[in-house]
């Protein structure tokens, strides 16, 4: 009955510690982000260079959601409050995927685009107005520039010309993050710490399981009324 006791303690303790030793790469891989490092990075409606939609702005970010071919399938601005979510493709040489989940992941830009009508029109024609749109990213269009934005869930084109200059920050996260990562030598070390502790743990396992099964002694006969075990 005791040898049971202080075999389902044993097991107990080992599995105990040895489920805490969880490798680095166990967890189920889950895509994650990319950053868009190259200039003119299109996103796509499908995995093919002729139905690029925008260009994304450069130094933000697109989550990915699978792969197809040379192609990354992405979604971007998913989760910004008052800006509707886009799902595409962009080449996956043309960005860059980052082994952090970035706080600023996407540009949430408003424009205000001035719509004017023709001359020659009589008094009481509205020939101007003003309103805001969520901004996407630029289109060319030819030689021209073009905005992709929406309007009340309404999808669509306008010229630069028609918009003030974009003035929106560049996104600094990725350089912020490389220097707070903490340095590679850092795992390896936790790894090594765990393999110790699994060996440490073996050979104590190993000493009470010996010490458990051990022959026991013979004992000679007694002398002088002296009671002397004989060592195997």
């Known amino acids: 009955?005791?040898?049971?006791?202080?075999?389902?303690?044993?097991?107990?303790?080992?599995?105990?510690?040895?489920?805490?030793?969880?490798?680095?790469?166990?967890?189920?891989?889950?895509?994650?982000?990319?950053?868009?490092?190259?200039?003119?990075?299109?996103?796509?409606?499908?995995?093919?260079?002729?139905?690029?939609?925008?260009?994304?702005?450069?130094?933000?970010?697109?989550?990915?959601?699978?792969?197809?071919?040379?192609?990354?399938?992405?979604?971007?601005?998913?989760?910004?409050?008052?800006?509707?979510?886009?799902?595409?493709?962009c080449r996956a040489d043309e960005v860059t995927p980052v082994d952090y989940i970035p706080q600023t992941p996407y540009l949430a830009y408003t424009v205000r685009v001035t719509f004017r009508t023709g001359e020659g029109l009589p008094d009481g024609f509205i020939t101007e107005y003003t309103v805001d749109a969520a901004y996407y990213g630029d289109f060319l269009y030819?030689?021209?520039?073009?905005?992709?934005?929406?309007?009340?869930?309404?999808?669509?084109?306008?010229?630069?010309?028609?918009?003030?200059?974009?003035?929106?920050?560049?996104?600094?996260?990725?350089?912020?993050?490389?220097?707070?990562?903490?340095?590679p030598a850092a795992a390896g070390s936790f790894g090594a710490l765990n393999a110790v502790l699994i060996c440490v743990l073996a050979a104590v396992a190993l000493g009470a399981v010996y010490f458990l099964f051990r022959p026991a002694k013979k004992r000679r006969p007694q002398e002088d009324g002296e009671d002397t075990e004989w060592g195997i």
């Open 142 to 183: 030819g030689s021209a520039v073009c905005y992709y934005v929406e309007m009340e869930g309404n999808f669509g084109y306008v010229p630069a010309s028609s918009c003030p200059p974009l003035d929106y920050p560049l996104n600094t996260e990725h350089t912020e993050t490389e220097e707070e990562e903490t340095p």
């Open 1 to 89: 009955m005791t040898r049971k006791l202080v075999f389902l303690a044993l097991f107990l303790l080992f599995a105990g510690f040895s489920a805490g030793f969880v490798p680095v790469n166990a967890a189920e891989e889950e895509y994650g982000y990319a950053r868009v490092t190259q200039e003119n990075t299109y996103l796509y409606t499908q995995p093919e260079a002729q139905s690029g939609l925008f260009i994304l702005p450069q130094s933000y970010f697109v989550h990915i959601t699978g792969i197809s071919g040379e192609y990354y399938a992405v979604e971007y601005l998913a989760g910004t409050a008052g800006k509707t979510a886009v799902r595409g493709y």
